[in-house]
């Protein structure tokens, strides 16, 4: 295809304005799919992704459109993330396009979200194409909103489309912004071959599918193509385009986007900002690379049933073909045997893979506390990082300790902002700035990340009824004066519920996290001390007292299938159980007595 009929971009939006719906009519007005094969959100294929409605990999289609001037384009959408723990495939995904249709709920107006990704596609140099959607609502209030866009973002709204996904009114409009107010890439066809490494993932019949886009030159079936960052060699085997399900062709030319095959078996051994080239007389410079996403929670997953220990290594080494953002070790805990120590780029990116496994490989898992990873300067000079609290060492040999910070944006109507100010100030958050969009206030926050890893988001929903927006960028480490408090029942230190807390908090959390577990530990035959200690100092601490009576005693007479039930009802509350020492602790303690209210 000539450059000049190519037209690349992505959509950004808070999540639910209504990007996914946007790209579902945008292929359905084109016929690039027919109607009957059409399904909501086309373009969200997880299971997960579907269910919670949110997209987590970047996905993209190739879209042929016959504009009003008479000539056939081609309109490569790449569909990004919208969820703050994907803010780094966001930022990535959007190198590999020339333009952004800002898509922004015409009833509720720009939230945290929507900036963070119209600030990546500015990032990027994108030509910027607002949309005012759900125009179909009564509430809408394109005016306002578009005032809105001008005032917070700082782009010109006034010829914004306005459109309803929902029922196809200014989708053929939109089309005709994206050929007419976007750009066409640049590129030469006779250079060598010079290609972005955007995204890659495993399929179990063709292994590792690279989704790139061409800069210059051709990527052709049957060449050899180097990869600059590692200079390995590969033959391609396979090109394709994603219509949106793949279609086989025999040349990516500049400016275009795509996927190849090549016999790689992991996507580890890709790299994602790579850049691609003919194995000899390549390009001369590489593309700028961009930095791997690092993880910044980490928890242990057990398997509530250790004889499952191996399921659970196959479960984590075959998610973690497709998800290089996804760190794992083992991990060797007393109360809990054998597990993996994994990190997430953030919490919804942990609950994902936790639900994963447990739905797709049928393993039963314990998580424990999620913490971030500390700095721990220690006497003799040297900085180790500390991943599992379970691994703190003797603070004898610690000089200081620093914990990792977030710079937190929250947008939220003016009659939350009093919650939203002491839900910040609890969590021993710093003002950064506070300003004002119409009726919505706009607060930036330096945050502890360990004290928005628990349950901030849920906090903040639920103070704000679900008006606020959330977004946040990792800041930096400062020194703060954090300790261990490790958590006793019935005099066992329970490893997985130790966690790093700050010294002046420590008092309060302990006493909550006991008396929680005084209410989730259920009865046993004898008394059970709860406690919760830095170092060798109780700070709190509850007593489980011993059960009374045999449950069974309840069922009077012979009804022998009655008690049978009940029994079997105990055992199978037990499976969600372990033992410490005498001790069950079910299943969900481990998480409910880490939630604070
Ligand atoms: P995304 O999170 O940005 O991908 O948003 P979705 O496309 O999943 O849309 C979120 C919700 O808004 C879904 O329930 C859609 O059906 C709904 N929605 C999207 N566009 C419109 C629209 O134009 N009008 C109305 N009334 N609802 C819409
Ligand atoms: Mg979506």
Known sequence: TELSKIRNFSIVAHIDHGKSTLADRLIQETGTVAGRD??????????????????????????????????????????????????????????????????VDSSQGVEAQTLANVYHAMEADHEIVPILNKIDLPASDCDRVAEQIEDVIGIDASGAIQVSA?????????????????????????????????????????????????????????????FMSNDTL????????????????????????????????????????????????????????????QPVVFCGLFPVDSAEFEDLRDAIDKLALNDASFTFEMETSAALGFGFRCGFLGLLHLEVVRDRIEREYDIDLITTAPSVVY???????????LHNPADMPDMTHVDHLEEPRIKATILVPDEYLGD??????????????????????????????????????????????????????????REDNLVKMSILVNDEPVDALSMMVHRDRADARGRAMVEKLKDLIPRHMFKIPIQAAIGGKVIARETLSAMRKDVTAKCYGGDASRKRKLLDKQKKGKKKMRQFGKVDIPQEAFISALKMD
């Not at 993209?60 to 990004?80: E, F, M, S, W």
Request: net charge negative; proline share 3%; with cysteine.
């Open 375 to 385: 700095h721990l300067h220690m006497r003799d000079g040297s900085m180790r990082e």
């Open 166 to 226: 929902k029922t196809g009114q200014g989708i053929h409009d939109t089309l005709e912004a994206i050929v007419k107010e976007l750009p066409a890439p640049k590129g030469t066809r006779d250079a060598p071959l010079k290609a972005m490494l955007v995204d890659s993932w495993y399929d179990s019949y063709l292994g590792v599918i690279v989704l790139v886009r061409v800069i210059d030159g051709e990527l052709k079936k049957g060449m050899r193509v180097k």
């Open 234 to 293: 590969h033959g391609v085997d396979r090109i394709g385009v994603f219509r949106p399900e793949m279609e086989t062709i025999d040349v990516l030319g500049p400016g275009e986007i795509g996927f190849f095959t090549a016999s790689i078996k992991q996507v580890r051994d890709t790299r994602v900002g790579d850049t691609i080239t003919n194995d000899r007389h390549g390009c001369e410079t590489a593309l700028d690379g961009f930095k791997p996403a």
């Open 38 to 103: 059409m399904k909501a959100q086309l373009l969200d294929s997880m299971d997960i992704e579907r269910e919670r409605g949110i997209t987590i990999k970047a996905n993209t289609v190739r879209i042929d459109y016959k504009a009003d001037d008479g000539q056939d384009y081609v309109l490569n959408l790449i569909d990004t993330p919208g969820h703050v723990d994907f803010a780094y495939e966001v930022s990535r995904s959007m190198r590999a396009v020339e333009g952004s249709l800002l898509v």
């Open 420 to 477: 939203v100010l002491k839900l910040c100030q609890d969590r021993r958050g710093l003002q950064v700035d506070l300003t004002y969009a119409g009726s919505r206030a706009m607060v930036v926050y330096d945050l502890p990340l360990n004290e928005v890893v628990f349950d901030f988001y849920d906090r903040l929903k639920s103070v704000t009824k679900g008006y606020a927006s959330f977004d946040y960028q990792m800041f930096g480490y």
